[in-house]
């Protein structure tokens, strides 16, 4: 009872310390709940979006000669996924048993065969009754010969009905099949069919066309009559794995199990599956991911830990003559610490239990840390103002504490002890930026810590160097007439002008803040630099072959204003001129003057000649020497080096070994043309379907001037598509765990920015009864009130001030330091941009001071609302 | 004591030259039926009950009184800190009651200058003696010329003027609080215990310097003190009891027979407006009044009896 009356005694000191253990325990659940949540529903997208070689898990019997399955491997379905190694048994959905053969040709029983036949695979699926509708026909029920059903669309390509008597011939021999009937299928989006789509495959001789490749289904017995004919049937046990139970967390577990599933596949079959490149294309996207936000919610939860301090050392300060009268009857030390815990444990772990309540109340992941953090801030918040209370009754100051200039001057202990903590910082980075990140599981806690202690060693080193500057500008001050600037400046600069506390929890949060922006931005602007790289006009036409006035044409289309083709040739060779080397290299052939591509004025004002000027790659450079000849379709063309680049604009990001060709200077004889596979097309507005269109006409001309006949849109082995650079930038966001990233910077700005004014708040609070009371001797003195609020801030301009540009100094440089530990090229494409800073960010620090000092002026004027003068200065009571 | 005595002549004068006349010397305080309530939760407590008081120009008063007694109200009521709830309360023609914020404003720079008891507040830690003496002329947007010296040399500081309060002793920063209070030259000065914290030689320096100020610049000082024995350092001490003025010291020089001048004390009962007078206490105490006491009018006094002295006898 006696506690809880202390405890409503100190109301508004233990509300601020519970509302701020609450904010704790809810920013370590509830925001790293959303935030999980929203990478695992980003990576669900993106496992959703794959195609089914790459997110399914298909283990195959090794093939051996003369072995065909009998078909009967199906109760292996479940042992395989019983064996295979955590968590994959939980996270497989769907399973199928496939008895299949390989692609083999179709031939009609009784004809010649044709020289390019379509082709056919083989297969019984385990429930594929139920997936089924029966269209036309019936469903296969073979005896001596096999009996096979085809899906619809896949009979209308290639040209089969019903009653059809086939022929399937393989490598190993052929057998008959009987076309019993056709089906739809009753859910065309249901993942047994992702495996059994149609395809349209260039012939092997390649005037020829192009042939369709189908899937014919027969029954159980039906593939064991046909498999053994064929000599080719193989069990196939298919997984696929149900993105709706995948996290992030799962994500590195899992492509350790896959590759142990590959490395030890069960008895006797191999797995086909590039699921593990998959997964570690993610895990390494979610680690850069996960490694952001650590640094993001470490700054944030560091902030709120600096409050927690702080209103902890605020709430001890007040109560000092209460502690120094227990001690002074009698009270042992742990006496006070025992008082104080009594009443904290009364505030804090409810307020925490709400805290995580409310948390656990948004929808998502909990973290594996998140028991740990949330006890973390119960300890911290319930032992804060018992530590402290403690340490200040070690030594009670009964008469009173000083606040002098000898008990402002730092201690040598503390000197030591700050000076090690910014070399430790400085160290810290210097090793994150050489070490890169830890290569093992979760975040780097190097990462997280680096960060902070960047931002305490800046707030030390400003508490250190500021009094100086104040200092000096008092004397400037001191001349002149005001007395505002003058008591104001003399106050900051003498006296203690930084409390180490406040300034440190600003700094961290404004740092915390500013990294977020910084990194925000540059991702934006690499992402920005990555589209024009990749398409570098407004839109990019890729197709096979374009004939040689596909520009002109696509000119033509309403809307775009220019256009240019370009030959892109990936794998050329490249013969020195002076060396016995050839290089392999991408080649890019394209009117230099195009606008958009930025090439060096060598190129574009090049004239024409037999050795044109060429842009290499620095490790083409290198390999090269001064020039060469590059084989491009058949011809040679010889070019010397007459600028080296690490990116050309239209190449696909990251290719490192290229040259660049000025198609405009090149002598390209008419009977041996360039054909061109690019197109870059400007103009606004246009039609991006007619684009495509004309395209293709100009894709079909050219494929018909080399084949000699007509050619359908649907033989094109490769139709254009029309990319524009809107469309590639938008792209570039839609990656699955960059909604978590956006997510976390955009709450970690707005907390970052109001934890800063918390901590603007809290400070002003600290100070309010010592500046009251000389605000009081102020007063009689003849201090006006505007005076007054001036003196205000002069004192809180100064910590505002220092801790913005501490904190700027911090947060911008940060991304630059630790850039290479971060691994931002992941989020951009794999364009590397100078760190950058939205003007908006950087015009919103200014604005947040103002508000800072708004806020300040606002919490002063509660807190010294009442100033009753006499009392104050005659009895010396601060409250 | 003839320094005392003409101490307060040259402080006569110097109040007379200032006000522009002897005849503009009466009233520079007046306090008339001055009551203060104060209502903590409740709980009525009536700090001033009608206290009457005329000060004027010049003096250096002592007001006497116990803790508790009211003397601090009445102080904040006059620095203008406070206002009281009814009563009359004017300082050098500024009425107290329902000031405006600028005219509180004026008065402070102006009109008034504080001295409290706590060393330690009466100055600014980071400011230099000097410095401190300069603010209140920053403050109110003046800054005369080697004043601040001047007014430290006056309190006998000069010496310490490039000093910060935490170098200096307690009565060094006392005087020092004393050439602040008089920055602006205001017309009255107030103390509130001024020497509360500090021990007796100290105590008598820093009265020293008060009473310099006052002979020097013909200052209006207002000591506020439970110290009996200041009263014996002014020319006139007012007690306070229950928040009424219940009698009054004066001490007056006369030329003795033998032309020397000597020092006359004599002590007086207040009389309100309303005819109440209060009895010294240990006038009460010795004839064990109580309740009732009889009256009889003389011809040239008052007389005072016990109410029930027959019962005693």
Not at chain 1, 310 to 322: P, Q, W
Not at chain 1, 546 to 561: S, Y
Request: glycine share 10%; hydrophobic share 45%.
């Amino acid at each position: 009872m006696r506690t809880l009356r202390r405890v409503r005694a100190f109301a508004g000191q233990f509300a601020l310390l519970g509302a701020l253990a609450l904010l704790a325990a809810f920013l370590v659940s509830g925001p790293v709940r959303y935030a999980d949540e929203r990478t695992d529903t980003g990576l669900r997208g993106d496992i959703a979006a794959l195609g089914s070689s790459a997110r399914d898990l298909t283990f195959v019997t090794r093939k051996r000669i003369g072995v065909t399955s009998g078909v009967t491997a199906q109760d292996r379905l479940g042992e395989i996924r019983a064996d295979l190694a955590e968590p994959l048994p939980r996270l497989v959905g769907d399973a199928w048993y496939i008895a299949g053969s390989e692609k083999s040709d179709i031939g009609y029983a009784g004809k010649a065969p044709a020289t390019c036949p379509d082709q056919a695979d083989l297969r019984y699926e385990s429930g594929i009754d139920e997936a089924v509708q029966v269209t036309e026909g019936r469903a296969p029920q073979s005896r001596s010969t096999a009996e096979v059903m085809v899906r619809t669309d896949q009979a209308a390509a290639a040209g089969l009905a019903v009653g059809d008597r086939l022929t399937l011939t393989g490598r190993y021999g052929a057998t008959e099949l009987t076309l019993v009937g056709l089906f739809t299928a009753r859910d065309a989006a249901a993942p047994i069919w992702a495996d059994q789509q149609s395809a349209q495959v260039a012939c092997p001789d390649p005037l020829e066309g192009l042939r369709y490749q189908i899937t014919l289904l027969t029954d159980q017995s039906g593939a064991a009559v046909a498999g053994a004919r064929l000599g080719d049937l193989d069990d196939h046990f298919r997984y696929r794995l149900d993105e709706r139970r995948l996290t992030a967390a799962d994500v590195n577990v899992l492509t350790t199990a896959v590759a142990r599933a590959r490395r030890t596949p069960p008895d006797g079959t191999v797995l086909q599956s590039s699921l593990d490149l998959t997964l570690a294309e993610f895990d390494q996207q979610v680690r850069g991911v996960e490694a952001l936000l650590a640094v993001v919610r470490a700054g944030i939860l560091a902030t709120v830990a600096g409050l927690i301090l702080l209103a902890a050392g605020l709430a001890a300060d007040r109560r000092r003559a209460e502690f120094t009268l227990l001690r002074a009857r009698g009270a042992a030390v742990r006496t006070v610490f025992a008082r104080t815990l009594r009443e904290s444990l009364l505030v804090v772990p409810p307020a925490v239990a709400a805290g995580w309540l409310a948390g656990t109340r948004v929808p998502g992941r909990p973290d594996t840390l998140e028991p740990l953090l949330v006890a973390g801030a119960a300890v911290l918040a319930t032992l804060a103002v018992p530590v402290f209370a403690a340490y200040g009754a070690r030594r009670p100051a009964f008469s009173g504490h000083r606040a002098d200039a000898a008990a402002i001057r730092p201690s040598a202990r503390r000197l030591t002890a700050e000076g090690f903590l910014v070399l430790l910082a400085a160290g810290g980075l210097y090793l994150l930026r050489r070490r890169g990140l830890d290569t093992g599981a979760g975040v780097d806690p190097y990462l997280i810590i680096a960060p902070i202690l960047a931002a305490l060693a800046v707030s030390i080193l400003a508490l250190r160097i500021v009094p100086f500057v104040l200092r000096g500008a008092g004397r400037l001050a001191a001349r002149a007439r005001g007395a505002v600037a003058f008591l104001g400046l003399a106050g900051a600069g003498r006296g203690a002008p930084l409390r180490s506390g406040p300034l440190a929890v600003l700094v961290v949060a404004i740092a915390t803040g500013l990294f977020t922006g910084t990194v925000t931005s540059t991702v934006d602007h690499a992402r920005d630099r990555a589209a024009e790289l990749t398409v570098p006009a407004d839109a990019l036409v890729t197709g096979h072959y374009f004939t040689g006035d596909a520009a002109e044409r696509v000119a033509g289309v309403p809307g775009v204003t220019g256009a240019a083709t370009m030959t892109l040739e990936p794998g050329s060779s490249i013969r020195a001129d002076d060396r016995v080397t050839i290089v392999q290299a991408l080649a890019m052939v394209v009117d230099a003057t195009t606008p958009g591509l930025d090439l060096p004025v060598a190129l574009s004002g090049a004239d024409r000649g037999d050795v044109v000027p060429a842009v290499v790659s620095p490790e083409v450079a290198a390999e090269l020497g001064g020039g060469g000849s590059v084989s491009l379709q058949g011809r040679s063309y010889a070019f010397r080096v007459a600028a080296v680049r690490d990116q050309v604009a239209g190449l696909p990001a990251g290719t490192r070994r290229f040259v660049v060709l000025p198609r405009q200077a090149m002598v390209i004889p008419d009977y041996q043309p360039l054909v061109p596979n690019r197109i870059l097309v400007r103009g606004a507005g246009f039609d991006e379907a007619r684009v495509r269109t004309v395209a293709d006409e100009s894709q079909r001309d050219q494929l018909a001037s080399v084949s000699g006949h007509p050619v359908e849109q649907w033989q094109l082995t490769l139709p254009a598509t029309v990319t524009t650079r809107a469309a590639y930038r938008a792209s570039l966001e839609e990656r699955g765990v960059y909604g978590a990233l956006s997510f976390t910077f955009t709450a970690g700005l707005a907390a970052a920015a109001a934890l800063a004014l918390g901590a603007v708040a809290l400070s002003v609070l600290a100070g309010a009864p010592a500046r009251g009371r000389i605000l009081s001797l102020l007063r009689t003195l003849g201090l006006s009130g505007g005076q007054g609020r001036g003196l205000l801030i002069f004192e809180i301009v100064p910590m505002i001030g220092v801790a913005v540009l501490a904190g700027a100094l911090v947060g911008i440089g940060l991304p630059e330091l630790i850039g290479p530990a971060l691994g931002l090229d992941g989020f951009t494409a794999g364009v590397t941009a100078g760190t950058t800073l939205d003007p908006r960010f950087a015009g919103g620090v200014p604005a947040l001071a103002v508000l800072a000092v708004a806020a300040a002026l606002v919490v002063e004027n509660v807190a010294n609302r009442r100033l009753r003068l006499g009392t104050v200065l005659r009895v010396g009571e601060e409250q | 004591m003839t320094d005392l005595a003409d101490l307060e002549r040259r402080a006569a004068e110097r109040a007379a030259a200032r006000a522009g006349g002897e005849d503009r010397l009466r009233g520079h305080i007046v306090c008339d039926s001055l009551v203060r309530i104060f209502r903590t939760e409740g709980v009525e407590v009536m700090a001033l009950q009608g206290l009457d008081l005329v000060v004027d120009r010049g003096e250096l008063l002592a007001v006497v009184g116990a803790s508790g007694s009211g003397k601090s109200t009445m102080l904040n009521i006059l620095s203008g800190l406070d206002e009281p709830t009814a009563g009359i309360a004017k300082v050098a023609g500024y009425d107290l009651l329902g000031m405006t914020a600028r005219r509180r404003l004026e008065y402070r720079r102006r009109i008034v200058g504080f001295v409290w008891q706590q060393t330690a507040r009466n100055l600014l830690p980071y400011l230099t003696s000097r410095e401190n003496v300069e603010l209140p002329m920053r403050l109110a947007g003046k800054r005369a010329k080697n004043r601040a010296d001047e007014l430290l040399e006056m309190v006998g500081v000069g010496h310490r003027a490039g000093a910060r309060p935490a170098e200096m002793s307690g009565g060094e920063q006392q005087r020092c609080a004393v050439a602040v209070a008089l920055a602006n030259n205001p017309e009255v000065l107030f103390a509130d215990e001024p020497t509360g914290e500090l021990d007796e030689a100290t105590a008598d320096e820093v009265f020293g310097a008060l009473r310099t100020v006052n002979a020097e610049l013909g200052v209006t000082v207002v000591v506020v003190t439970h110290d009996k024995a200041v009263a014996g350092q002014v020319r006139r001490a007012v007690a306070i009891r229950d928040g009424k003025t219940a009698s009054e010291v004066r001490r007056s020089a006369r030329v003795a027979a033998d032309g020397s001048e000597e020092l006359h004390t004599e002590e007086y009962a207040v009389l309100d407006r309303a005819g109440r007078l209060q009895l010294p206490s240990a006038f009460v105490e010795a004839l064990s009044l109580r309740d009732r006491v009889r009256l009889n009018l003389e011809t040239d006094h008052v007389e005072v009896r016990p109410g029930s002295s027959e019962e005693k006898r």
